[in-house]
């Protein structure tokens, strides 16, 4: 096999490191730690590595996270975001609820978007 070309973690930007182990082989980032999974064939890890997509942050994931941030701030369980009491609070037509929900939606999508080294969906 010719030179190997890793690109950079698409989650984190961080060196991969390729790994090859009693016949197995797989790619690692060493800046985030995610990684291919094993495969006997070298190849396959690199392309693996090299066409995996970044992570999109959807509606879903941010309500869920905004919604966890609001529990945290009440001081309430974080099983609570599926709570009607929760969903209700962040459905309110009131104008003062929703602006607190569409802050927390807006930190919530910074975050995530920043953990994940994602992208918006569109």
């Not at 070309?5 to 961080?14: E, I, P, S, T």
């Not at 974080?78 to 929760?86: C, F, H, P, Q």
């Amino acid at each position: 096999m010719g030179e190997i070309k890793l690109d950079v973690c698409k989650h984190c930007g961080g060196s991969p490191n390729l790994h090859r182990h009693v016949g197995e082989s797989w790619v690692e980032c060493v800046k985030c730690g995610i990684s291919t999974g094993m495969t006997s064939r070298e190849d396959v890890a690199v392309a693996t590595w090299n066409t995996r997509t970044p992570p999109v942050v959807t509606e879903e994931m941010v309500e869920r996270a905004a919604r966890g941030m609001f529990c945290q701030n009440e001081g309430w369980p974080l099983s609570s975001i599926d709570n009607e009491s929760v969903v209700f609070w962040f459905t309110a037509k009131g104008e003062e609820y929703r602006e607190v929900a569409d802050d927390l939606r807006a930190q919530a999508r910074i975050a995530l978007t920043a953990a994940l080294g994602g992208r918006d969906a569109e």
